[in-house]
């Protein structure tokens, strides 16, 4: 691979030991991808913070040894310096307000807080989230990022037309120190074309369709990029939020384009530039009610869990949640968590929304979600969510039956303690 003189003088030690271990992992990284080169990057969004049982003998040992093991896979400890570059963390494991209700213990509270403190004075921000691009990260078109998280990457590739891999805990933990990633796949312009198109037979609107469209786009293209035709309604961010988060879940979908409507494609021929039409899909409203059949892994109406906010709530669904509690009280069966960035949280509670939600019986959660933590309220065996990828993992996760469907009808269902939604 070749390196400029700079990336040189990090590997070989410089720079310090931290960034030569950063180094020495890209190198390996981007070798093994077949990469020419490494790309600046100056925005990187990674999991940096021990919180979790699982690598708790390694948090006992302090920060340092968990970067150096997890964010670096270095068997030797390196003192971690500042971040080289903009980054920040995505969501955690544990919500540091509302971790009793997650049955999380005061030591792992503590471990993630103390991880906080050592990561937020190297310059992690600690947005923990799944959606930086809703609290102040949103790199610009052309931008060159480092972000894991699947739903994250597909509204960074494709909704912000900033340029980025799925990547994980070491090549986030290396690119942090560094200001590096290796320069293959959608970095590359000629990686980012449409490969299939997928035309609309069906109005998509809601929230609920977005994520329908969005699951069965997964399905059928995979890690492929699909080029969408024939969109009916303008989407925003809380819907192609929700598309992208399905596509990514049902499939590995990292990047689409929606003429008109995403940046680098004003047109279904330039989605496709040089690339010829691979595949043709038609999506309707028989594959509509297929898709929707697929993600309700329920038999049972009498449901004990609603989760809401996956991907991360914006402002406006926390609105439209309190405005449907506003004065009501859930069934007292029923454990309601909704979920949005803590930073949103924030104006949230000014403007009312979260004492509305808590009045009527429910929790507000930030810094976390069920699916990433693998903690549900005890007892918990149906749940309904609005979200595909929630629907597309709890059930798995957790073992438990979900009802997938609208807002309203998830807010319905906490109201009665009953499913009763569907479709037309
Ligand atoms: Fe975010 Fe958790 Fe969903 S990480 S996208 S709320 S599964």
């Known amino acids: 691979m070749h390196?400029?003189?700079?990336?040189?003088?990090?590997?070989?030690?410089?720079?310090?030991?931290?960034?030569?271990?950063?180094?020495?992992?890209?190198?390996?990284?981007g070798e093994a991808?077949?990469?020419?080169?490494?790309?600046?990057?100056?925005?990187?969004?990674?999991?940096?913070?021990?919180?979790?049982?699982?690598?708790?003998?390694?948090?006992?040992?302090g920060m340092d040894h968990v970067y150096s093991e997890l964010n670096l896979d270095s068997d030797e400890v390196v003192e971690v310096p500042h971040m080289a570059v903009n980054t920040c963390q995505l969501i955690t494991g544990i919500d540091n307000d509302n971790w009793k209700l997650q049955g999380a213990s005061e030591e792992m509270i503590g471990a993630q807080r103390a991880g906080e403190r050592f990561l937020g004075r190297r310059g992690v921000n600690m947005f923990a989230t799944c959606t930086p691009y809703q609290v102040g990260n949103v790199?610009?078109?052309?931008?060159?990022?480092?972000?894991?998280?699947?739903?994250?990457?597909?509204?960074?590739?494709?909704v912000?037309?900033?340029?980025?891999?799925?990547?994980?805990?070491?090549?986030?933990?290396?690119?942090?120190?560094?200001?590096?990633?290796?320069?293959?796949?959608?970095?590359?312009?000629?990686n980012r074309y449409?490969?299939?198109?997928?035309?609309?037979?069906?109005e998509v609107d809601d929230m609920m369709d977005w994520g329908l469209l969005g699951y069965y786009i997964g399905e059928i293209v995979e890690e492929d990029i699909p080029v969408l035709d024939r969109v009916s309604h303008q989407p925003n961010l809380i819907k192609l939020k929700h598309f992208g988060a399905a596509a990514a879940s049902s499939g590995g979908v990292e990047m689409y384009h929606i003429p008109g409507v995403t940046p680098e494609a004003d047109s279904v021929d330039e989605a496709f530039g040089p690339r010829k039409v691979q595949q043709r899909f038609r999506y309707g409203p028989a594959e509509r009610r297929e898709t929707y059949a697929k993600l309700q892994s329920a038999t049972e109406d009498k449901i004990d869990f609603v989760m809401l906010g996956c991907p991360h709530n914006s402002l406006e669904q926390m609105a439209i949640i309190a405005e449907m509690l506003d004065g009501k009280k859930i069934s007292s069966d029923v454990a309601l968590w909704v979920h949005t960035p803590r930073a949103l949280k924030q104006v949230a509670d000014r403007n009312g929304y979260c004492e509305i939600i808590e009045a009527a019986g429910g929790v507000v959660m930030s810094d976390t979600c069920p699916a990433i933590s693998r903690r549900l309220p005890p007892g918990v065996r149906v749940i309904a969510t609005d979200s595909a990828k929630q629907a597309h993992y709890l059930p798995a996760i957790a073992k438990v039956q979900g009802w997938f469907g609208s807002v309203r009808d998830c807010v319905d269902a906490a109201l009665t303690g009953t499913w009763r939604g569907g479709v037309s």
């Open 194 to 202: 449409g490969m299939h198109l997928v035309q609309l037979d069906v």
């Open 33 to 61: 991808l077949g990469a020419e080169r490494l790309v600046e990057v100056n925005n990187v969004a990674g999991a940096f913070n021990a919180s979790s049982p699982s690598v708790k003998h390694i948090a006992d040992k």
């Open 160 to 190: 912000l037309g900033a340029r980025t891999n799925v990547e994980g805990k070491e090549s986030t933990g290396a690119a942090a120190l560094t200001g590096r990633i290796p320069y293959w796949g959608y970095h590359l312009t000629e």
């Open 139 to 158: 790199p610009v078109k052309g931008e060159h990022c480092a972000w894991m998280e699947s739903s994250a990457v597909i509204y960074c590739n494709a």
């Open 3 to 29: 390196l400029t003189d700079y990336e040189k003088a990090m590997l070989d030690g410089d720079h310090g030991r931290a960034k030569a271990r950063a180094m020495d992992l890209l190198v390996r990284y």
